[in-house]
């Protein structure tokens, strides 16, 4: 089961540098880190929709950004970015 997954304000930044790409686009908004726990636990979109209780057509637009912005190319590789990218906060498994 993912916890914190995807903090949506990343770390501050050290005085003179500017976010980087990379980092802004991993960042996910609270809807799409339930999206991606309700992923990790193997639900389709409808189902995702009916826990949510949201249009099947919305949650398959979260699960877009999710894969966008975690660059993974299918659901599976985006819960196993989501879980192996907690060393930088931005999410974590839990034990």
Not at 19 to 48: C, F, N, P, Y
């Amino acid at each position: 089961m993912l916890t914190d997954v995807a903090v949506a304000n990343p770390p501050p930044r050290a005085p003179g540098r500017t976010a980087s790409r990379s980092r802004t686009r991993h960042t996910l908004t609270s809807r799409e880190q339930e999206v991606l726990r309700l992923l990790a636990e193997g639900m389709k979109d409808r189902e995702i929709a009916a826990a949510l209780g949201i249009s099947v057509r919305t949650a398959e637009k979260h699960v877009e950004n999710i894969l966008r912005k975690l660059r993974a190319r299918t659901r599976f590789d985006a819960v196993q970015l989501g879980a192996s990218v907690g060393t930088n906060g931005v999410a974590h498994l839990a034990p």
